[in-house]
């Protein structure tokens, strides 16, 4: 064990700091399953699931400024059973949109660097859900999402770094209003094409 704790502080003490440039490049992927890619039960007889995951490209504008975009992929479900009269509802959906973003860092170097960050997204989403009775309907929505917050991203390497956010994204479409909340979501960023002092 004491030579596990002499290993991780060699490795911590020896990571060098990373730098923000213009003209790099970062490859990311984000996903809320910490917080969501679990069966919740959210009262009696209810349950629900919801898992997605978002890998995209970023471009330094100027240093310490990131635009980027990617692919967005989620999973949706909720299952209601009546406990007295065993009548049972269920839904679930999947969405498949796009995802823009920019963040701009609050430092340029060093191991734990804070951003803002601000993104737009656009899916479409299928579904399906089963009434009390047992009928099955399907729909399609088309959904838009926007928010903003903050981030904290933690350079492993040079030029890796596990990040985590915290956003406000708010969501409307397909005449079904709209609705807003946090947002926490982590993942892992992988930066090219920079130089060596």
Not at 32 to 40: I, T
Not at 48 to 70: C, Q, T
Not at 75 to 89: C, E, I, P, R, V
Not at 154 to 173: H, I, R
Request: overall charge positive; hydrophobic content about 35%.
């Amino acid at each position: 064990m004491r030579n596990t704790f002499t290993l991780l502080a060699l490795f911590f003490t020896t990571t060098l700091s990373a730098q923000l440039k213009k003209g790099d490049w970062n490859i990311n992927t984000t996903t809320d399953a910490p917080m969501n890619l679990r069966l919740r039960t959210n009262g009696p007889g209810f349950k629900s699931y919801d898992f997605s995951i978002n890998p995209g490209v970023g471009y330094f504008l100027k240093d310490r400024w990131e635009i980027g975009g990617g692919p967005v992929v989620s999973l949706n479900g909720a299952n209601y059973k009546d406990q007295m009269s065993g009548y049972s509802l269920k839904n679930r959906s999947s969405s498949v949109g796009l995802n823009l973003f920019t963040r701009y860092y609050l430092k340029k170097e060093g191991r734990l660097v804070p951003y803002l960050t601000l993104g737009a997204t656009y899916l479409r989403t299928t579904g399906s859900t089963t009434d009390y009775n047992g009928i099955k309907s399907n729909y399609r929505l088309n959904q838009w999402q926007a928010g903003g917050g903050a981030g904290l991203s933690w350079f492993v390497s040079p030029k890796v770094a596990l990040f985590a956010e915290l956003t406000y994204t708010g969501e409307w479409g397909s005449g079904s209003g709209y609705t807003g909340g946090l947002n926490f979501k982590v993942g892992i960023q992988v930066f090219f094409n920079r130089k060596k002092k």
